[in-house]
């Protein structure tokens, strides 16, 4: 069974950074597109940030391009979303999921981590 569990969280100011994390264990990331998805109370999960998504390696949502950066330099059992510069606006809690290569919305991951609260404020 594969499953997933996100950790990095927490509350930061305006403009620090934080690191969230994802493991996987009963499977392996290089099989899987992987997403990093976000979701704020009474809001739709939006999308982040993916890879093998789409058609493409990687994929930004605007809104977090040159801030944010995925990283799987351990593509197999982890994936981490570097997060700068952070803004009041990306307070939410983030998932990490994944799901058959070229997923790209929410319904198509497959698999998800049980989300990891990121506060920012001052």
């Known amino acids: 069974e594969v499953r997933l569990v996100e950790s990095g969280g927490g509350l930061v100011q305006p403009g620090e950074e934080v690191r969230l994390s994802c493991l996987i264990s009963g499977g392996s990331f290089d099989n899987y597109a992987v997403g990093w998805f976000r979701q704020v109370a009474g809001k739709e999960r939006e999308l982040v940030s993916c890879?093998?998504?789409?058609?493409?390696?990687?994929y930004y949502r605007d809104y977090v391009k040159g801030r944010f950066s995925f990283q799987d330099d351990n593509g197999k059992t982890m994936v981490a979303l570097q997060m700068n510069a952070l803004e009041r606006d990306d307070t939410a809690t983030y998932y990490c999921?994944?799901?058959?290569?070229?997923?790209?919305?929410?319904?198509?991951?497959?698999?998800w981590g049980q989300g990891t609260q990121v506060t920012v404020s001052s």
């Open positions: 999921a994944a799901g058959p290569v070229h997923s790209f919305f929410v319904h198509e991951y497959t698999y």
């Open positions: 890879i093998r998504c789409a058609g493409r390696s990687t």
